[in-house]
């Protein structure tokens, strides 16, 4: 795999595409308790694994405009947001690029700025309950669709038999007509011709934007590609699915 830049990093937090605000991330990953429990008739340092724990800081230029950095930061009434949210990290723009994804409670948020300066804003994520999956995205960085439709097919060479976890990033989505909802599907495949869903969710409009981290079980073929289907007479929905093997 080659080398990337920051260039192509991308930032959705609970539906919310933070691209546009966010100039940089920092120490975004995990940490991994290890308890020593070499006995005497070890001749080598034997450890058990404990918590796994992780933390994320997004620096970025002040914006309190709806569904920009400031106003998620302080969704809340004002205040931090309580409850946890669904944040996901593409690290490049291709169909099979790298991901991050993870579920984590905001920790913090800071605003600086002076009269020499644009304003700037920090925030930092502590991930709750499970460390971040690191995957692949199905999409490229955000795609917007307007009828039901496959994407591209990832080929990952082999299949794996552990399960693994999924995620989505509902941006922007509209559904008329019908029962006005949007199936979210991820579909593997063994020859990459017929395909069948190993994950699934739906949104509606009325939902509004959104995102989720789900796990699943069973084997995942070595072909993967998303199938978003419309149940309505017309719409819109702009989106990214990433997955994880296990």
């Not at 949210?85 to 605003?111: C, H, K, L, N, W």
């Not at 794996?160 to 909802?181: K, M, P």
Request: proline content about 2%.
């Amino acid at each position: 795999m080659a080398k990337v830049s920051g260039l192509n990093v991308r930032l959705y937090v609970e539906g919310n595409d933070l691209s546009g605000d966010a100039n940089s991330l920092d120490g975004l990953g995990y940490t991994q308790e290890a308890f020593d429990t070499t006995t005497l008739s070890q001749a080598a340092v034997s450890r058990l694994s404990g918590r796994a724990d992780g933390t994320v800081g997004v620096s970025a230029f002040f914006d309190a405009a709806t569904s920009h950095i400031s106003a998620v930061a302080t969704a809340n009434s004002g205040k931090l947001p309580t409850s946890d949210q669904t944040v996901m990290v593409p690290m490049g723009s291709a169909v099979g690029a790298e991901s991050i994804s993870f579920v984590a409670r905001q920790a913090d948020y800071g605003v600086s700025g002076g009269t020499g300066s644009p304003v700037t804003v920090s925030v930092s994520y502590a991930i709750d309950a499970v460390a971040p999956t690191f995957g692949k995205m199905t999409t490229s960085h955000l795609d917007t669709i307007t009828s039901s439709t496959s994407g591209t097919a990832i080929d990952d060479s082999a299949s794996s038999s552990d399960g693994g976890s999924w995620g989505y990033q509902v941006t922007a989505l509209s559904a008329v007509g019908g029962n006005a909802r949007w199936h979210l599907n991820l579909q593997h495949s063994s020859d990459d011709s017929s395909y069948t869903d190993v994950a699934s969710a739906t949104v509606t409009a009325s939902d509004g934007t959104g995102a989720a981290n789900a796990d699943f079980t069973g084997t995942l073929n070595r072909y993967v590609k998303y199938r978003v289907v419309l149940d309505a007479s017309s719409g819109s929905i702009t989106f990214a699915i990433a997955y994880t093997r296990t």
